[in-house]
């Protein structure tokens, strides 16, 4: 049958497509096959995997052979819950990571009204690219280039050395520091769309009840762009929080979790595992009390 | 002195002129419209008068003082804007409340404040609830409330009913100039709705490209449109000009007549004292309820539109059907006699 007489056939006699109509009749199926990937990606790597590591942190290891055997025991937890430097780096990693949140917030916003309200379109343009130019270099990178500007004969003291200002040194603020660089773009860009997003009637309405600059950013800005905020302190505080390597390179004795993840993922990967949980309990309470503020719909 | 003087305000955004050599005086309590097609400078000329834009060229006094520099925030006066402009995070109260806080009205007596606007407006009901959760009027009344809560010398309205629907719109403006009247605020108010312009105004200001066509009441601008486009913007008009102007009508100037002072007779009607008759052909009756509308030609080729109200019983009215002979009757008072074009200098000087 040529393709003419096929066309001028009316539309309830076309040849019959079998399983298209099958699956027409058979919702279920459909969605089967719609998730079928993802879902063997999620149960099968990402849930399976975190199970597993739950699971390693109750078995027991050999302390001469480091050898692992399954079997049901609380130490390693309670290990990471009462050592004090366990204890100590916790609560250090936490507060790396909320004052990188911090520091991420108290750049963007400033940075975002001027790019929203302010900038002429070719500088908003090139803010834009700036801000995201870091995400097209490494990682290690960016880890790397922080270490040269910080180092003992870095740019930094080499630049501050005329007025007499010497760089901490690897320390936790350079830590910070770094983790900043690395994960502020996920907070600028969302913090930056939300901004444009405001419409200009709303700022030009402040102004004629009477507030100035800094009280329109307050009482206006600043809640209409929390949703965004979180948003990006999702990215900034999760992983912060994971990140070790930073710490490594930029932290001198600087240790967070992740240092510590690192040194026993051979030798005691149970308590590895036990401490791992550590980061992962912040997050999730973290999310909890990012969802009671009701952001986490608008992501 | 009069309450807010514009002195040869101009304003350019690139290579468009918004505002040229804008002058006028805006009286104290009155209602005032600022009236024109879009673009026309008649928004710009309120945000001048806000402080959002600040004038190339020219100067803004508000009771006798000089504001043209002073930001928004220094100005006594308030705006209510096209879309509400409410904030979207803040309940009702807190949006009216708004302008109280920055300007440090302690916390009980501004709450009080914030329940009488509010009350005045007829929303105690909706006091804790968000923007979004309002419909389109209610918004416009939190609007309103929020504005008036502040006691402006000056009450800047721009558009503000131009997203309500047509029924809610005329409730509005009732309810609008009520407020207005009571409160004995200056209002200035924009629209492009020349009908909404005549019912609410003391005055009209009409503004076309930029400039300042004519001021006056609203029958005065209706019955002598002091310019062409006047004359064709508000309302219906048959405009004559030249040699027809003087063949037809006996003037040497720019002729409007409107559609409603033009009448339709038999060929045998004998026109009294003061009237004119000419002789006319019917092109066109369109039937449309209160009126009907008929376009004739003249001998001379003029083509007018005339607007006749019907008053008899059904059936009884004196109708005319395409193609008849007609008599087009007027009375010469009835003419309104344009000034020659004054573009350019249409601003300049003649109302102060």
């Known amino acids: 049958m040529s393709d003419i007489t096929t066309n001028s056939q009316p539309r309830s006699v076309r040849r019959s497509r079998p399983v298209s109509s099958y699956l027409l009749r058979r919702p279920k199926l459909r969605l089967l096959s719609l998730l079928a990937l993802p879902m063997t990606w999620i149960i099968g790597v990402y849930i399976f995997s975190l199970f597993l590591l739950l699971i390693t942190a109750f078995w027991n290891v050999d302390p001469f052979t480091s050898l692992v055997s399954p079997g049901f025991n609380l130490e390693n937890f309670s290990l990471v819950l009462t050592n004090p430097s366990y204890i100590a780096t916790s609560v250090r990693t936490l507060l790396i990571a909320l004052t990188v949140t911090l520091v991420c917030i108290m750049f963007a916003v400033p940075l975002g009204i001027f790019m929203a309200k302010i900038a002429r379109p070719w500088l908003r343009n090139a803010l834009a690219v700036a801000i995201t130019l870091p995400l097209w270099a490494g990682y290690l990178v960016k880890i790397i280039a922080m270490r040269l500007v910080f180092t003992e004969e870095g740019f930094f003291n080499w630049a501050m050395s005329p007025i007499g200002v010497r760089g901490p040194g690897f320390s936790v603020p350079i830590v910070i520091l770094t983790l900043t660089y690395l994960w502020f773009p996920y907070m600028a860009l969302p913090v930056y769309t939300a901004i444009r997003q405001i419409p200009p009637n709303l700022f030009d309405a402040s102004s004629d009840m009477g507030a100035k600059g800094f009280t329109t950013v307050w009482r206006v800005v600043i809640p209409l762009i929390v949703p965004a905020m979180i948003a990006g302190s999702v990215f900034t505080f999760s992983l912060s929080l994971g990140d070790y390597l930073a710490a490594r390179f930029t932290g001198g004795a600087t240790q967070m979790i992740g240092s510590i993840i690192a040194a026993n993922i051979n030798l005691n990967p149970p308590v590895a595992a036990a401490y791992s949980m550590v980061p992962i309990t912040f997050v999730v309470i973290y999310l909890a009390v990012a969802r009671r503020t009701g952001s986490l719909e608008r992501m | ?352």
């Not at chain 2, 002058?23 to 400078?41: V, Y």
């Not at chain 2, 404040?113 to 007829?122: F, L, M, S």
């Not at chain 2, 009448?263 to 003061?274: D, E």
Request: glycine share 8%; charged share 25%.
């Open chain 2, 1 to 352: 002195m009069a309450l807010v003087e514009l002195r040869g305000i101009c304003k350019s955004f690139g290579t468009v002129t918004a505002a040229d050599n804008v002058t006028l005086d805006i009286e104290s309590g009155e209602f005032i419209t600022l009236l024109g097609p879009s673009g026309s400078g008649k928004t710009t000329v309120l945000r001048i008068i806000a402080g959002f834009e600040e004038p190339d060229a020219g100067t803004v006094t508000l009771n006798g003082v000089d504001i043209t520099h002073l930001p928004p925030f220094d100005r006594d006066v308030n705006t209510v804007f096209q879309d509400y402009a409410l904030f979207p995070h803040m309940s009702v109260q807190d949006n009216v409340e708004y302008g109280l806080r920055t300007r440090k009205v302690p916390k009980a007596q501004r709450a009080q404040q914030a329940r009488e606007a509010i009350a005045a407006v007829k929303l105690e009901h909706a006091i804790d609830r968000l923007p979004h959760q309002l419909s389109g009027g209610q918004r416009q009344r939190i609007a309103l409330a929020r504005a008036m809560v502040l006691r402006p010398k000056v009450l800047l309205l721009d558009e503000p009913l131009g997203a309500l629907d047509r029924q809610l719109r005329e409730e509005m403006q009732v309810e609008l100039k009520t407020v207005q009247r009571e409160a004995g605020i200056t209002f200035i108010f924009v629209t492009h709705d020349q009908e909404e312009a005549m019912r609410m105004s003391d005055r009209i200001v009409i503004f076309n490209e930029g400039r300042v066509e004519q001021v006056g009441t609203p029958e005065e601008v209706y019955e002598r449109p002091a310019t062409r486009f006047v004359a064709g913007f508000l309302g219906a008009s048959n405009i004559v000009t030249g040699e027809l102007a003087r063949k037809i009508f006996g003037r040497t100037a720019t002729v409007s007549i409107r559609p409603e002072r033009l009448r339709l007779q038999p060929v045998a009607y004998s026109a009294a004292t003061g009237e004119i008759a000419v002789a006319a052909t019917v092109k066109e009756a369109a039937f449309v309820g209160a009126n009907t509308l008929y376009i004739v030609d003249t001998e001379d080729g003029v083509r007018l539109s005339i607007s006749s109200t019907n008053t008899q019983s059904p059936g009884h009215d004196n109708r005319f059907a395409p193609g008849d002979r007609v008599l087009a009757v007027w009375h010469d008072r009835h003419i309104a006699e344009i000034p020659a074009e004054r573009r350019h200098t249409s601003a300049r000087g003649k109302y102060e």
